[in-house]
């Protein structure tokens, strides 16, 4: 049986359908939004997976390429693996979800959403997000939602709620609210230095806009919602939480450590004695959890009796800050940013146009011209693990710094470069996510990209007791991020906020604990601000010597087929020439990008001949390219000749055109007329009468032909010499 239901959300029927498609799902939904439409499966298996002490909830978001209308690129055509806006919306669409489930369930959860329709107006990840929790609300997996999510834009003054993907573009505000009935879950943004009473305002609008998405949920659930599977929390076994409550005290002890290394060394000692003392008589796994269990009561209780950090901080003390620019010679730009044991180097790369990230994806941009990558090695924790290729945490991580610093990135037109940005994590302890904002801001700087102003960003966290004590973290350490309640993200610059990340290990957040959390973030952020700006303030004048200068000309568009050539020939021939980068835009604009100056003032006087109009009465020096009985064709430009007839061949009368000249001769010519058919007539006798005069008017202006057009013919001008009784015509040195 099909059982639907509906809610008017920003004046568009959004639509939560299910019985008809995916019937052996646990829960299963399509959800539909303009002609956008998704479709969310949940299943879980039905014994717990043994040996993890976390909820192994899997989120795989399909992008389909048909949903759009296209064909995929490569050589296979069809979809390979995730793209990145693939793995962005997986993860926004697990964030939220994960503090919903009961704590202690281990049973596999894989959620898959499938894009069927993309009509690039609405953006399929908010349908993910509200999709997956329709399907969990009604399945019979243990789940406290349902969640509602929209997109928050702010355009011309006002807020707006889900704008379309073009209205995005144009948008101050790029924010996704995700919050179930009484609190907020989840809050991702990108902004152009908005204040923080805007973004708070924008975030309680997408509250007050999810209760109806909430509401249509629960409606479907009591239709068609199965009986939810019976779970109890496992206990932990008598034996096993005396032990761990008999080192309660040396825990403590360890916790004082200030250094990360010998805290953990510490802590893993304690452990590592319990597991001795126990492993006789129980499985390990249930010993290293309630170990853990005990590790994270103890690090929350240090942090609420004492109102600091565990390493002794003030609740709103920032560790030590130390940056550098410059550090590596032969880059384009480099920034090393350490805030006590993380520290992160981010390293700048220009390049041309034409260098840009080409997007097989269902939006509607198809390049990137600005790229932010994160790596953390292992090292950067002090450990052994394979290298490979980026995961979802790094791909996160790198698109929200890439989220913060997009904002005050020059427009194109003010700076043609395409910009790759790399962040090294070389030491993790808290938060390299916005040490990468830090390093990317020192890096741009010291590489003389224009910003507007440097971006900074500081992570907050967040532990709440039982009898409702509170304690907001600035500048948490990574044991506090993992013990803790919240992980907020906050970056800026001096005007205002550029990016946000809020995630949850509790069921909510209140408006109070938002607000204030984002009011400490931003004194936070703004005091890193300044520590970067003693070190440089503003960019570099000019781009290293090792980055290639863009030069910039227009051609007239019905001129760039000429440019380009047959299948390219003719462009392909100036590059391989001239060793320099050549981009050709619909508009006419050409760029041209080489690291010599030389080299690209070749290329463009390439391309000027190639696009020069023929004008009557200008000089050119032209090769001779055909002999007729009647005179010769002599190219003036690339690809344009014209005719020398033979009584205008020298100042004198010619009996054969071979006399006087032979093909590849160059020679000075004047055009006298283009007739109406275009055919261009030259005069070589007419340069000759014009020095006997005096200097050919015009100089470079005028001798546009890039081989040698302001230099003479070397042909002395003057009475006219003896006729000539073979080929004199040819050019003498």
């Known amino acids: 049986m099909v059982n639907s239901v509906r809610a008017s959300v920003a004046g568009r029927d959004l639509v939560i359908e299910t019985g008809l498609l995916a019937s052996q799902a646990d829960g299963a939904v399509t959800i539909k939004y303009g002609e956008s439409v998704v479709l969310v499966t949940a299943c879980v298996s039905r014994e717990p997976r043994e040996g993890v002490d976390f909820l192994p909830l899997t989120v795989d978001y399909e992008e389909r390429l048909y949903a759009a209308g296209k064909i995929p690129g490569g050589f296979i055509?069809?979809?390979?693996?995730?793209?990145?806006?693939?793995?962005?919306?997986?993860?926004?669409?697990?964030?939220?979800?994960?503090?919903?489930?009961?704590?202690?369930?281990?049973?596999?959860?894989?959620?898959?959403?499938?894009?069927?329709?993309?009509?690039?107006?609405?953006?399929?990840?908010?349908?993910?997000?509200?999709?997956?929790?329709?399907?969990?609300?009604?399945?019979?997996?243990?789940?406290?939602?349902?969640?509602?999510?929209?997109?928050?834009?702010?355009?011309?003054?006002?807020?707006?709620?889900?704008?379309?993907?073009?209205?995005?573009?144009?948008?101050?505000?790029?924010?996704?609210?995700?919050?179930?009935?009484?609190?907020?879950?989840?809050?991702?943004?990108?902004?152009?230095?908005?204040?923080?009473?805007?973004?708070?305002?924008?975030?309680?609008?997408?509250?007050?806009?999810?209760?109806?998405?909430?509401?249509?949920?629960?409606?479907l659930r009591k239709v068609c919602g199965k009986p939810k599977l019976d779970f109890q929390p496992p206990e932990v076994k008598p034996g096993i939480a005396a032990a761990c409550s008999a080192i309660v005290e040396r825990l403590n002890q360890a916790l004082t450590s200030g250094n990360k290394s010998d805290r953990e060394k510490m802590v893993n000692a304690l452990q590592q004695e319990i597991v001795a003392q126990l492993g006789g008589d129980y499985p390990e796994g249930e010993i290293a959890s309630a170990f853990d269990a005990q590790l994270k009561k103890c690090v929350r209780d240090r942090i609420l009796q004492f109102n600091q950090h565990i390493d002794g901080r003030r609740f709103d003390e920032i560790r030590p800050i130390s940056c550098q620019v410059g550090l590596l010679p032969r880059t384009h730009g480099s920034g090393l940013f350490s805030r006590g044991q993380t520290q992160v180097l981010t390293i700048t790369t220009?390049?041309?146009?034409?260098?840009?990230?080409?997007?097989?994806?269902?939006?509607?941009?198809?390049?990137?011209?600005?790229?932010?990558?994160?790596?953390?090695?292992?090292?950067?924790?002090?450990?052994?693990?394979?290298?490979?290729?980026?995961?979802?945490?790094?791909?996160?991580?790198?698109?929200?710094?890439?989220?913060?610093?997009?904002?005050?990135?020059?427009?194109?037109?003010?700076?043609?470069?395409?910009?790759?940005?790399?962040?090294?994590?070389?030491?993790?302890?808290?938060?390299?996510?916005?040490?990468?904002?830090?390093?990317?801001?020192?890096?741009?700087?010291?590489?003389?990209?224009?910003?507007?102003?440097?971006?900074?960003?500081?992570?907050?966290?967040?532990?709440?007791?039982?009898?409702?004590?509170?304690?907001?973290?600035?500048?948490?350490?990574?044991?506090?991020?993992?013990?803790?309640?919240?992980?907020?993200?906050?970056?800026?610059?001096?005007?205002?906020?550029?990016?946000?990340?809020l995630d949850i290990k509790r069921p909510g957040l209140s408006w109070d604990i938002l607000a204030e959390a984002l009011g400490q973030g931003c004194k936070g952020y703004l005091f890193v601000l300044d520590r970067i700006k003693e070190t440089i303030s503003t960019s570099r004048p000019e781009t290293s010597r090792y980055a290639p200068r863009i030069y910039q000309i227009t051609i007239p568009t019905e001129k760039i087929g000429t440019v380009i050539g047959p299948g390219g020939k003719t462009i392909r021939s100036i590059i391989e020439k001239t060793k320099v980068t050549i981009d050709v835009g619909d508009d006419g604009k050409v760029q041209i990008g080489s690291t010599?100056?030389?080299?690209?003032?070749?290329?463009?006087?390439?391309?000027?001949?190639?696009?020069?109009?023929?004008?009557?009465?200008?000089?050119?020096?032209?090769?001779?390219?055909?002999?007729?009985?009647?005179?010769?064709?002599?190219?003036?430009?690339?690809?344009?000749?014209?005719?020398?007839?033979?009584?205008?061949?020298?100042?004198?009368?010619?009996?054969?055109?071979?006399?006087?000249?032979?093909?590849?001769?160059?020679?000075?010519?004047?055009?006298?007329?283009?007739?109406?058919?275009?055919?261009?007539?030259?005069s070589r006798r007419a340069v000759f009468d014009e020095q006997a005069k005096g200097p050919v008017a015009g100089g470079r202006a005028a001798a546009v032909s890039s081989r040698g057009a302001d230099r003479p013919d070397k042909r002395r001008p003057g009475p006219p010499p003896p006729r000539p009784s073979g080929g004199t015509g040819r050019r003498r040195n």
């Open 77 to 219: 055509r069809r979809e390979g693996r995730p793209s990145e806006d693939a793995i962005l919306a997986s993860r926004l669409t697990d964030r939220p979800l994960r503090p919903l489930f009961p704590k202690g369930f281990r049973n596999d959860v894989q959620v898959i959403i499938t894009v069927l329709s993309a009509d690039q107006v609405n953006d399929p990840d908010i349908l993910a997000l509200v999709g997956a929790s329709a399907a969990l609300t009604i399945s019979s997996i243990p789940f406290a939602g349902p969640v509602g999510a929209v997109r928050m834009g702010y355009m011309n003054g006002r807020l707006v709620v889900n704008p379309t993907l073009v209205e995005l573009m144009d948008s101050d505000l790029d924010l996704v609210v995700a919050s179930t009935r009484d609190a907020i879950v989840m809050v991702e943004a990108g902004s152009r230095e908005v204040s923080r009473e805007l973004l708070v305002e924008a975030i309680k609008v997408g509250h007050e806009a999810n209760q109806d998405i909430i509401r249509i949920q629960e409606e």
């Open 350 to 501: 220009l390049g041309s146009k034409g260098e840009q990230q080409m997007l097989d994806g269902l939006g509607i941009e198809e390049t990137k011209r600005f790229m932010h990558h994160y790596n953390f090695p292992p090292f950067s924790t002090g450990e052994v693990k394979r290298v490979g290729s980026p995961g979802r945490r790094e791909i996160g991580h790198g698109a929200l710094v890439e989220r913060a610093v997009s904002k005050v990135l020059p427009k194109e037109e003010e700076f043609p470069y395409t910009i790759r940005l790399v962040s090294e994590v070389l030491s993790s302890n808290g938060s390299t996510s916005m040490a990468s904002v830090c390093g990317s801001s020192l890096s741009l700087m010291d590489a003389g990209v224009p910003i507007k102003a440097p971006v900074a960003g500081i992570a907050m966290g967040l532990v709440m007791g039982d009898d409702g004590r509170r304690v907001i973290l600035t500048d948490i350490e990574g044991m506090e991020d993992a013990c803790g309640d919240m992980d907020f993200k906050i970056a800026g610059t001096a005007k205002g906020i550029t990016a946000l990340q």
């Open 596 to 682: 010599s100056e030389d080299a690209a003032q070749a290329a463009i006087r390439m391309i000027e001949d190639l696009t020069r109009e023929v004008a009557v009465g200008a000089v050119y020096t032209g090769k001779v390219t055909r002999i007729l009985n009647f005179g010769a064709m002599v190219e003036i430009l690339p690809g344009k000749e014209g005719l020398v007839h033979i009584s205008e061949l020298a100042p004198y009368r010619v009996n054969a055109v071979e006399d006087v000249v032979k093909v590849g001769d160059e020679i000075m010519v004047k055009v006298v007329e283009i007739d109406r058919m275009g055919r261009v007539n030259l």
